[in-house]
């Protein structure tokens, strides 16, 4: 954890990021144990990333860095008032929102783009959808 705060906004973060991964792991029918790191940071550190890596000059609410080997499927940051904001502005409980991206996230990080085309795009929504709904948390693209 990278920004503190995230403590206070959301305590259980860590245990929902472990549930969130593995159902994302499961939803993806990948066998075996792998690791990710998941780093909680605030908005001023993924904007820096997101424009350093991405070229884009502002947080977002989820980035994923794919290692590349087989036990260790790379990193993801998340931009705390990104995600609060979001999970405001969608009407969505901010633990909810949380476990959302980290599925998204850690799809990524097994490979799923949603920006390599529409049916891309939409394989992976689906997935999401399935991931969440077992997982209790209602359809985020609904």
């Known amino acids: ?4 705060r995230w403590t206070e906004a959301l305590p259980d973060a860590e245990r929902l990021a472990k549930r969130a991964a593995r159902a994302a792991f499961a939803g993806a029918r ?3 144990r792998r690791l990710l790191n998941v780093a909680l ?3 001023k550190g993924v904007r820096a990333l997101n424009a350093r890596d991405r070229k884009k000059d502002k947080p977002t609410n989820v980035l994923s860095y794919p290692s590349g080997e087989r036990d260790f499927l ?3 940051v998340l931009a705390r008032q990104t995600v609060w904001r979001e ?3 969608q009407h969505k409980s901010a633990a909810d929102h949380f ?3 980290v599925v998204h ?3 990524h990080l097994l490979g799923y783009d949603h920006e390599t085309g529409e049916a891309d795009a939409e394989r992976m929504e689906a997935l999401e959808r399935r991931i969440l709904a077992k997982l209790g ?3 985020p693209y609904a």
Do not use: C, F, V
Not at 1 to 4: A, S, V
């Open 1 to 4: 954890m990278l920004d503190e």
């Open 41 to 43: 940071e605030a908005d």
């Open 87 to 89: 999970a405001r502005e």
């Open 74 to 76: 790379g990193d993801m």
């Open 30 to 32: 990948r066998r075996g």
């Open 99 to 101: 476990t959302h991206l």
């Open 137 to 139: 948390i209602a359809d």
């Open 105 to 107: 996230g850690t799809l």
